[in-house]
Structures are given as structure tokens and as C-alpha cells.
């Protein structure tokens, strides 16, 4: 099979890697000093599964040189998400399927708009693992896929991509309310990735504070509230759930603090923004995800500032 993984941080390098092994034609699309490393180099992975070597892909930019592919895995961060949706022309083709496997709730839909529905799927990754230097990426633990199509049953295309991933050895499974997996994932993304930014903490020393904690689990009321409007229930065994899953983490760094620490723009508002827009919406208060928000948003501008003087 023919795969383009749009966007090679840790997650698309992980996930590439383990297709590329398994026999797969892939390409990489990434940029930076991490694509100037891959290029001369290729692509290494190092973990508990084991050290990986890729070397045998094609390491890009610029997705023309991929061509039609089968497969694309959506890997971009959810504020470049409409842009790199714009850039897919080149590798679709009649039967190509795109994954998202992004933070957030609404980035499938982003990419459905241009694409259409029955080309696009909803995927949620449990990963822990960070791009270490450029071209390498550092597998901690996880690495399981949990997907669905944005409506409707699974057909025998969405069929044959669980096959796919499983064949390579990714813990994958299809879900029939991929939606509710999303928002699941949220009432762990919102608290978490704010508060280890704002406090510059992993999720042992939050789990470890009794103040932290309770302002995570009032994050994810809100969280709650908001999935709501949106017909989903969330309930209140799995805020519980996601603080025990926080504690079995150890000192992990979630995604928006390694963003935050590499100076790069962070993720607040596919996190915290559409908490805080859905339940205006609805006329109600989100004051926890809303000074998240504002505090966030405070950070990245300065980030942005930085990165063009």
C-alpha cells in the first residue's frame, strides 16, 4: 500500500515507521531541520518495541513528489489543519482514505469540508513519545489508534485500513461513535496540557497536587458541559479514569508542554478554545477553560513574536 504521512512529528513518525517496516511504501512529509535529518539520514525510532531504522521512504516537503497514495495519515497540528487540508490535492486519488490522527474535536470535519465525509476518518491516538532531536523520535510507551468513519457504519474501505494497521503491529480498533471517543480524549487534553504549560509541571507532579488536581477535574466539568451541546454524555467515572491514567504516566510531558519547551505554537485552541466557544454558545460560563485560554493564548503570541524577530 501506497501511504503519505502529512505531518512528521511523533505521532506520524511512529505510526509511519511501524507501516514502513511491515513492508509499506510511505512517504514523509515534514519540514525543518527535522526533514533536513531525515533526508540524510532517515527516520530512527526508539522505545520499548524496540530501535527502527527508516530509511527506504521518501523524506519531503512538498506532497507532489508523493503522488497518489492509498493512505493518508493526517498528523498535522490542528492549527496548520486547514491549510495542509488545502495541500492534499496531489496525493488523493479515487480511493484514497485520509485518518486524522490529531488533538481536538472538529479537525475531521476541517478536512471533510474539503474532501468530503466518506473519504475521512476520525482517529485517536494514545502515544507517549516526543521528537528528541531531528530525525529521531523517542517512543515511551501507548501507541494504539482508535478510529471510525464521521458517519455511518464501517464500509470495506475503512475495514481494510484497520486491517492495514493491525497487520503492522499497531493496536488499532474501529469505533461506532468516534465522536465520543474525541471528546473522551479531551477531558484529558484540555486540564492536562494547559496545566503543564501554565505551570510548567508533568502529569506525576499534578496527579501528586492535591490543588492541581481539583483545577483538572474542573476543567473537565466544563468539558463535560460542552460535550453536551454536541449530544455527547460524558460521565463522571471517566474524569476518575482520567486521573488514574495521569498517575500510571510517571513524568510525561504532554504534547503542549514539549511544543511550549520547543518553543514552537501551541494547541489552546482545538484544547480549551471550543470548550470555551460551545458553551458561550450555549450560554453558559467556561471560566476555567476560558483563563486557560486567555493565559495560552498570552504564551503563543509571545512564542510567534519571538520566532519572527
Request: net charge negative.
Amino acid at each position: 500500500m501506497r501511504i503519505a504521512v502529512m505531518g512528521t512529528g511523533a505521532v506520524g513518525a511512529y505510526f509511519g515507521s511501524r507501516l514502513a517496516a511491515a513492508g509499506h511504501q510511505l512517504a514523509f512529509i515534514a519540514r525543518g531541520k527535522h526533514l533536513d535529518a531525515m533526508r540524510l539520514d532517515g527516520l530512527r525510532i526508539s522505545g520499548p518495541h524496540g530501535n527502527s531504522h527508516i530509511k527506504d521512504a521518501l523524506f519531503s516537503a512538498d506532497p507532489v513528489e508523493s503522488g497518489v497514495v492509498d493512505l493518508i495519515l493526517f498528523c498535522v497540528k490542528s492549527y496548520d489543519t486547514e491549510t495542509a487540508a488545502a495541500a492534499l490535492g496531489p496525493m488523493i486519488g479515487h480511493h484514497t482514505m485520509i485518518l486524522s490522527l490529531q488533538n481536538g474535536v472538529d479537525n475531521p470535519e476541517k478536512i471533510a469540508r474539503v474532501w468530503g465525509a466518506q473519504r475521512t476518518l476520525a482517529g485517536v491516538v494514545y502515544l507517549a513519545g516526543q521528537i528528541s532531536v531531528p530525525g529521531v523520535m523517542l517512543h515511551s510507551a501507548g501507541g494504539k489508534i482508535i478510529f471510525g468513519p464521521l458517519e455511518g457504519g464501517a464500509d470495506a474501505t475503512t475495514k481494510s485500513v484497520l486491517q492495514t494497521l493491525v497487520e503492522a503491529h499497531i493496536p488499532a480498533e474501529l469505533s461506532r461513535d468516534s465522536h465520543r471517543v474525541q471528546w473522551t480524549k479531551l477531558l484529558w487534553n484540555a486540564p492536562f496540557c494547559a496545566i503543564s504549560c501554565l505551570t510548567r509541571t508533568d502529569t506525576q507532579q499534578i496527579v501528586e497536587s492535591e490543588t492541581l488536581t481539583r483545577l483538572a477535574l474542573d476543567c473537565m466539568a466544563e468539558v463535560q458541559a460542552a460535550a453536551l451541546t454536541r449530544g455527547i454524555e460524558l460521565s463522571d467515572e471517566l474524569r476518575d479514569e482520567a486521573v488514574a491514567f495521569s498517575k500510571g504516566l510517571g513524568e510525561f510531558k504532554p504534547s503542549m508542554l514539549q511544543d511550549l519547551e520547543a518553543r514552537k505554537p501551541l494547541e489552546y485552541e482545538a484544547l480549551n478554545g471550543i470548550v470555551v466557544k460551545l458553551l458561550h454558545l450555549a450560554g453558559k460560563p467556561a471560566p476555567i477553560n476560558q483563563t486557560f485560554y486567555a493565559m495560552l493564548r498570552h504564551l503563543d503570541e509571545r512564542i510567534r513574536e519571538e520566532a519572527s524577530s
